[in-house]
């Protein structure tokens, strides 16, 4: 597709429940990443990946969340065991090269919590 | 303090006025701005990009980047119902090779008919 395609749309989990978050980046795109947006709040960073690297994991809440790129394009964001305080809208973007290029967004996956 | 502080607004303002939208932020090593567009329910769309000080202009938008005070803006033209979103500023020093953007909180504007 033309743009970053993210998949579920919404997710309902019940507290306890892992949930795997899906991302097709663009084509060709080299970098990968992960935001994490709260109600209200500007997205905020989980991950980085360039190609099947992952170089930046900082943003990362918890060792629940768990990110992977295996084959450096489709990525999956992982969170174990989730709790009512991930529910947010994760967000992955995209660029075409490493760093120094604008990112482009996917539309979102929200997750609720209950 | 957050690194990037941008009011949430609300903004309203009517049709065809001339909207300003400010961030003032703390790293002095952000060397990249970049400035969203987010409606409901969608992800944030890139409006524009700008490297360093100095400004930039696409159709209706400029963008200025002051580094000296820290300060980046928004401006929006002959402003119309469809820009009703909420604006982001983003920024990075692409230090590390990460890449990752710092975001403001979003201004929410609405543009009256």
């Known amino acids: 597709g033309a743009g970053v395609s993210q998949s579920p749309r919404y997710k309902v989990a019940k507290r306890g429940q892992d949930v795997a978050l899906r991302c097709d980046p663009i084509?060709?795109?080299?970098?990968l990443f992960w935001y994490q947006q709260a109600l209200g709040q500007g997205p905020e960073f989980l991950t980085y990946?360039?190609?099947?690297?992952?170089?930046?994991k900082s943003g990362l809440p918890s060792d629940r969340f768990f990110a992977e790129r295996p084959e450096g394009s489709v990525s999956t964001l992982k969170i174990q065991r989730t709790q009512q305080e991930d529910s947010a809208v994760y967000l992955c973007?995209?660029?075409?090269?490493?760093?120094?290029?604008?990112?482009?967004f996917g539309q979102g996956t929200r997750l609720t919590v209950v | 303090q957050k690194e990037v502080e941008q009011d949430p607004g609300p903004l309203s303002v009517p049709e065809g006025a001339i909207v300003s939208l400010n961030c003032t932020y703390s790293?002095?090593?952000?060397?990249?701005f970049m400035w969203y567009r987010q409606y409901s329910r969608k992800g944030p769309e890139l409006l524009m990009y700008?490297?360093?000080?100095g400004n930039k202009e696409d159709g209706r938008f400029t963008a200025q980047v002051d580094k000296s005070s820290k300060y980046i803006s928004l401006f929006i033209r002959d402003s119309q119902p469809s820009d009703s979103a909420t604006y982001l500023c983003?920024?990075?020093?692409?230090?590390?090779?990460?890449?990752?953007?710092?975001f403001g909180q979003g201004t929410t504007l609405q543009v009256k008919p």
């Open positions: 973007a995209s660029s075409y090269t490493e760093g120094r290029a604008e990112a482009f």
């Open positions: 084509s060709g795109h080299v970098s």
């Open positions: 990946f360039q190609n099947e690297a992952q170089l930046d």
């Open positions: 790293n002095s090593a952000f060397q990249y």
């Open positions: 700008t490297y360093s000080s």
């Open positions: 983003a920024m990075s020093d692409f230090s590390g090779n990460t890449g990752k953007l710092i």
